[in-house]
């Protein structure tokens, strides 16, 4: 089955609340945002995948070969993988609002997903997101609520490259906000504040 080609946290939904995908960062655990959801969306089902890439002992959703240069073939690989598998349990809650987060690694295989398959997802989160390439165009991207935030002196993710990617998704004709605090790759309280909005936000429809 589709929605067991990762291991995960899952939680069913309650009420009407949404389904929200959480994609952890390089070193991180199906874990690391669990309690966050938790807190920012209660009642919100939850499906937190594990990434199963190994980069000396650090779980990642896809290869790299050095700081910010990925295996693109890989890469494109893992993001079929992961469309599947969040199609999966998108069909196993129909009708449920549809929503991305994911930090570092997992903001990358996230909007990685979204550039192919917008259609799964309501919105999506990316918390300081490093995509050093400029994605095809794709007109299902056109209404889609987009939160990016991001560090000014993040080493990491470059802010130019995070307002290439801001300015990408305004291209598709998204609904973009964003969130650049002063420091570096850490997230920060104002994030988290504007990510709790954005999640619990009324639709736009």
């Known amino acids: 089955m589709t929605t067991q080609l990762y291991h995960a946290l ?3 939904p309650i009420a009407h609340a949404p389904l929200i995908f959480a994609f952890h960062g390089t070193g991180g655990n199906e ?3 669990s309690e966050l959801v938790e807190q920012i969306a209660p009642g919100a ?3 937190s995948p594990r990434g199963d890439v190994s980069e000396y002992g650090a779980l990642r959703f896809f290869r790299r070969t050095g700081e910010g240069v990925y295996d693109m073939d890989d890469l494109a690989e893992r993001t ?3 469309a599947r598998f969040i199609a999966g349990h998108k069909a196993a ?3 449920r609002p549809v929503y991305g987060l994911g930090y570092s690694n997992g ?3 996230l909007a990685a997903v979204s550039f192919k398959h917008a259609d799964l997802f309501d919105r999506i989160a990316l918390l300081h997101p490093l995509i050093p390439w400029r994605p095809e165009d794709n007109a299902e991207l ?3 609520e987009v939160l990016i935030t991001a ?3 993040d080493p990491i993710c470059p802010l130019p490259l995070t307002q290439c990617l801001v300015d990408y998704y305004k291209d598709q004709g998204s609904r973009i906000e964003t969130v650049f605090h002063d420091g570096g790759h850490e997230i920060r309280q104002q994030e988290l504040t504007k990510l709790q909005a954005f999640i619990s936000a009324p639709s736009q429809e």
Do not use: D
């Open 107 to 109: 903001a990358n295989i």
């Open 93 to 95: 809650h129909p009708g």
């Open 45 to 47: 089902g939850l499906v």
């Open 80 to 82: 079929e993988k992961m």
């Open 142 to 144: 056109s209404g889609k």
């Open 10 to 12: 899952t939680k069913a």
């Open 31 to 33: 874990h690391q945002f």
């Open 151 to 153: 560090g000014q002196r």
